[in-house]
């Protein structure tokens, strides 16, 4: 059994920070890829920020620059650090881990909420 447990949404005014951050627990063995993903009300959920075992780091367009995902892996952790937010940063957020437990499997965290004011 594996949980994902986020942290660290809520409403900030543009051109704030927030720090998201995302735990996985449970039967682990091995982790390979980390990701942040958001979802607008009437949009798709589309990806914001990845990083693999390696470090290697990839990012939507429309963050870079703000955006910084990194990983503890002593703790199964991803964090999600957001500068410069603007309102069009709003939605939920979703982390997506892809781990070995018995066999690799993709999970999902149950999503935090982001809202920036103008």
């Known amino acids: 059994q594996v949980q994902l447990v986020e942290s660290g949404g809520g409403l900030v005014q543009a051109g704030g920070s927030l720090r998201l951050s995302c735990a996985a627990s449970?039967?682990?063995?091995?982790?390979?890829?980390m990701g942040w993903y958001r979802q607008a009300p009437g949009k798709q959920r589309g990806l914001v920020a990845a990083?693999?075992?390696?470090?290697?780091?990839n990012y939507a367009d429309s963050v870079k620059g703000r955006f910084t995902i990194s990983r503890d892996n002593a703790k199964n952790t991803v964090y999600l650090q957001m500068n410069s937010l603007k309102p069009e940063d709003t939605a939920v957020y979703y982390c997506?881990?892809?781990?070995?437990?018995?066999?690799?499997?993709?999970?999902w965290g149950q999503g935090t909420q982001v809202t920036v004011s103008s």
């Open positions: 997506n881990v892809r781990l070995y437990g018995s066999s690799w499997n993709d999970y």
């Open positions: 990083i693999t075992s390696g470090g290697r780091t």
């Open positions: 449970g039967s682990i063995n091995s982790i390979n890829y």
